[in-house]
Antibody, heavy 121, light 109 residues
Framework: QVQLVQSGAEVKKPGASVKVSCKAS????????MHWVRQAPGQGLEWIGW????????DYAQKFQGRVTLTRDTSISTVYMELSRLRSDDTAVYYC??????????????WGQGALVTVSS | SYVLTQPPSMSVAPGQTARITCGGD??????VHWYQQKPGQAPVLVVY???KRPSGIPERFSGSTSRNTATLIINRVELGDEADYYC????????????FGGGTKLTVL
């Protein structure tokens, strides 16, 4: 079955970086774009960015420009999200989500289980 | 940037119909997607492209749109439908590109 499995919870200090992985299975990895969404405790969903696993091209919400990098490794059907210069308000659950299509505009039909990133001194 | 407005909460009795609204400027010209999120779980797509239902989602879930409002409709509400619901659109002119509504907590009395 189609599924996304993310890496585990992380605890980081302010100013550090975190890299979260998302391994896809059950579908053609390069045929669907992948998105990252986060959810702070008790808050709503916030879109971070997306990557086209076929080309490797990525785009980010303006809020995260310069701090986030999305990459992929097609050999193991895995995408990565790296967030740098962490602050306490980056504490959140980070989700990867598969798009129904390769390009933008399609809904996110499969989500990873989420990875809690806690930023604390 | 583009803003989607949802009521923070609503309640409905079992067996009744829930209508969760999502307001946005000329939202009727965009494709609206809806997600259900239960506590401690990842979101699940329940309606996409305004009115379509993914496989495995009960027919009780449907969507509609008008010029400035999209609506998720849940017929014959069950206790298991209690969750947070989020609307979403893609706005190519927004600095966030993908925009979510603030979410509506549906309580089944």
């Amino acid at each position: 079955q189609v599924q996304l499995v993310q890496s585990g919870a992380e605890v980081k200090k302010p100013g550090a970086s975190v890299k979260v992985s998302c391994k896809a299975s059950g579908y053609t990895f390069t045929g669907h774009s992948m998105h990252w969404v986060r959810q702070a405790p008790g808050q709503g969903l916030e879109w971070i960015g997306w990557i086209n696993p076929n080309s490797g091209g990525a785009d980010y919400a303006q809020k995260f420009q310069g701090r986030v990098t999305l990459t992929r490794d097609t050999s193991i059907s895995t995408v990565y999200m790296e967030l740098s210069r962490l602050r306490s308000d980056d504490t959140a659950v980070y989700y990867c989500a598969k798009s129904q299509g390769q390009w933008n505009g399609h809904a996110f039909d499969i989500w990873g289980q989420g990875a809690l990133v806690t930023v604390s001194s | 940037s583009y803003v989607l407005t949802q009521p923070p909460s609503m309640s409905v009795a079992p067996g009744q119909t829930a209508r969760i609204t999502c307001g946005g400027d000329v939202i009727g010209s965009k494709s609206v997607h809806w997600y259900q999120q239960k506590p401690g779980q990842a979101p699940v797509l329940v309606v996409y492209d305004d009115v379509k239902r993914p496989s495995g989602i009960p027919e009780r879930f449907s969507g509609s749109t008008s010029r400035n409002t999209a609506t998720l409709i849940i017929n014959r509400v069950e206790l298991g439908d209690e969750a947070d619901y989020y609307c979403q659109v893609w706005d190519s002119e927004s600095d966030h590109l993908w925009v979510f509504g603030g979410g509506t907590k549906l309580t089944v009395l």
